[in-house]
């Protein structure tokens, strides 16, 4: 199984930010996991940065409409949160996913880079 963003593309955003990143959980052929009923626990980690950071099931939203939207669920981030994650590229995104019993770990490496916050000048 593997953790993929929206359109299968990387994955930024800037420490001090709310945040919230869109993912789709999907098999080995590619095609959308239905996360109905499932438990989801994510971990960011990599280099140039703290880490891992753990964030719990609360702070996941899976979509509702597994039907249409199946694997797609949500991470909200605070700005704490953000910022916890420390700086730097080539970041890894690892989801836990608890299924009826059944245990999934999603990692998806090289998708997330955290940039500083710098202030305008």
Do not use: W
Request: aromatic letters at 4%; a negative charge; proline letters at 7%.
């Amino acid at each position: 199984m593997l953790l993929n963003s929206q359109n299968n593309l990387p994955i930024a955003f800037t420490q001090g930010d709310d945040t919230t990143l869109e993912l789709i959980v999907t098999d080995d052929q590619g095609s959308p996991v239905d996360l109905t009923g499932a438990s989801l626990s994510t971990q960011i980690l990599g280099p140039n940065g703290v880490g891992p950071v753990t964030f719990p099931n609360s702070q996941h939203t899976i979509d509702p409409d597994q039907l249409t939207n199946r694997g797609k669920f949500s991470l909200a981030l605070s700005a704490d949160d953000t910022i916890s994650c420390g700086e730097g590229s080539a970041k890894q995104i690892i989801t836990e996913s608890i299924i009826s019993g059944a245990k999934c770990v999603l990692p998806r490496v090289n998708l997330l880079t955290v940039y500083p916050n710098v202030p305008l000048q």
